[in-house]
């Protein structure tokens, strides 16, 4: 009997996965997306977005123009640390604070993140001049400290009125560090 249950319990373990060392393989990238894989990061974007390299650690992908002629983008910012995560948070809020005046924000806590050291996302609106007109800008960025030794900020924006339909809740959910 005992033998029994040690067998049952083995091959339970064995169908959970218990004691692997193997990550779950990431599900494909969804129809019309592209997987960007590159420095230990991994995030989905639509496929056919255009992509920009402006600074070394820096790739960003690019939407069609929405709301004011601002499109949807999806951005990741690649640095040595240099300060711990919660100054990185503090200094980060303050620029957006100086840069765009009605920078209000709405969600501000750590998350936690697979293979990260420590991680935190700051969801915020704020109101920029384009064209002409004001528009709402959505922005949320994931901060993330991981294990080796560097800072990442990862963040999709757009008009908050495109922010739906430009999938950017999907972008910003498939990121995973690997």
């Given amino acids: 009997m005992t033998r029994r249950i040690a067998l049952a319990v083995g ?3 064995v169908a959970a996965g218990c004691g692997s060392s193997d990550p779950e393989p990431r599900k494909a990238p969804p129809a019309g997306f592209a997987r960007y894989e590159a420095a230990g990061i991994a995030f989905d974007h639509p496929s056919a977005w255009t992509r920009d390299s ?3 650690g820096q790739v960003e992908f690019y939407g069609t123009p929405g709301e004011g002629g601002l499109p949807p983008q999806v951005v990741i910012g690649d640095a ?3 300060n711990n995560l919660r100054d990185v948070v503090k200094v ?3 620029m957006q604070k100086v840069r765009f005046t009605t920078y209000d924000v709405t969600r501000d806590e750590p998350v936690q993140l697979a293979g ?3 991680a935190h996302v700051v969801d915020a609106r704020y ?3 384009s064209q002409g007109a004001k528009v709402l800008v959505r922005e949320v960025n994931l901060l993330v400290e991981t294990k080796d030794g560097r800072q990442l900020d990862f963040f999709v924006r757009s008009p908050a009125g495109d922010y739906s339909a430009a999938k950017l809740q999907a972008i910003f959910d498939s990121f995973a560090l690997q």
Avoid: I, S, W
Wanted: charged share 20%; with cysteine; glycine share 6%.
């Fill in 11 to 13: 091959l339970a373990c």
């Fill in 54 to 56: 402006p600074a070394e």
């Fill in 80 to 82: 040595p640390a240099r």
């Fill in 92 to 94: 980060h809020k303050g």
């Fill in 116 to 118: 990260a050291e420590a």
């Fill in 127 to 129: 109101t920029m001049v």
